[in-house]
């Protein structure tokens, strides 16, 4: 005589089980797709971050008569002007901030130099440089921004 417990499973136990383990492999997919936008999105923070903070630092680097001009190519030309004239990324002519824009990989990178006083560059005491790269996350844009203020190592006027 057999006994129930030696027959094996039923079907509705084996349909149990796929039910069970069809959910968990849902679940275990679901939170792959989480985890590679996770990972995709910080890497594009990180490459916004990293535009910002190299267009901050080339600008503290140049000699001050250069200040802008940018070379973002690094072939040894100036490819782009800053201006203060209201054209572009530049906001309002005549207001003592030079702005410029560049895209590249999702991230739009602009940059401002910012004058103490208005008039050439020499006469400036401080300029107050920033950078902004603004990409897109999860639906909105978001912006990291980073600045410094630099000194105009000639000048010898008073403030």
Request: glycine share 10%; hydrophobic share 45%.
């Amino acid at each position: 005589m057999m006994r129930r417990h030696d027959r094996g499973f039923s079907l509705v136990e084996a349909m149990i089980a796929m039910s069970i383990s069809t959910i968990v492999v849902m679940g275990g997919m679901a939170a792959l797709q989480v985890s590679a936008r996770l990972v995709q999105q910080g890497t594009i923070k990180t490459r916004a971050l990293t535009l910002a903070q190299g267009r901050l630092e080339a600008k503290r680097s140049v000699r001050w008569e250069a200040l802008m001009q940018d070379d973002l190519d690094h072939d040894g030309r100036t490819d782009v002007i800053m201006a203060d004239d209201g054209q572009g990324a530049d906001v309002s002519a005549g207001d003592g901030i030079y702005s410029a824009q560049w895209e590249r990989d999702g991230v739009t990178l602009k940059w401002t130099v910012a004058m103490d006083r208005l008039g050439p560059l020499s006469t400036a005491g401080l300029v107050t440089i920033r950078a902004a790269a603004s990409y897109q996350a999860l639906g909105s844009v978001r912006v990291v921004e980073v600045g410094t203020v630099r000194a105009n190592p000639a000048f010898t006027g008073a403030r």
